[in-house]
């Protein structure tokens, strides 16, 4: 079993930065991702990152703007949010899950735990 609990969400204005936390709790040698929802559409992948922090990958609508990172001797991720857009508003979510390629990770359903979400919101 795996607990998470996100924090850091809130609100921001556009081009500003926001920094959202993952604390894991429980059996921890896990790939871990961001996943977000909007009012109205799907839940979609955000951003990746393997167990041993060897690699990331990311949604090409937050590539070069968001970094994924993770801290094991703390159990947390961590998603870096820069140049936030209005479309960026979403509820954030943290996920684990375990695959031998991230790419195989980057859809909900592949996801073993889930967060409660964090709400951000980018105004313009």
């Known amino acids: 079993q795996v607990q998470l609990v996100e924090s850091g969400g809130g609100s921001v204005q556009a081009g500003g930065s926001l920094r959202l936390s993952c604390a894991a709790s429980?059996?921890?040698?896990?790939?871990m991702g961001w996943f977000r929802q909007a009012p109205g559409k799907e839940r979609e992948f955000v951003a990746l990152?393997?167990?041993?922090?060897?690699?990331?990958y990311y949604a090409d609508s937050v590539k070069g703007r968001f970094t994924i990172s993770r801290d094991n001797a703390k159990n947390t991720v961590y998603l870096q949010m820069n140049s936030v857009k209005p479309e960026d508003t979403a509820v954030y979510y943290c996920?684990?899950?375990?695959?031998?390629?991230?790419?195989?990770?980057?859809?909900?359903?592949?996801?073993?735990?889930w967060g409660q979400g964090t709400q951000v919101t980018v105004s313009s």
């Open positions: 429980g059996r921890t040698f896990y790939d």
């Open positions: 990152i393997k167990w041993s922090a060897s690699s990331t």
């Open positions: 996920a684990a899950g375990r695959s031998r390629s991230l790419m195989n990770l980057a859809t909900p359903r592949a996801m073993d735990y």
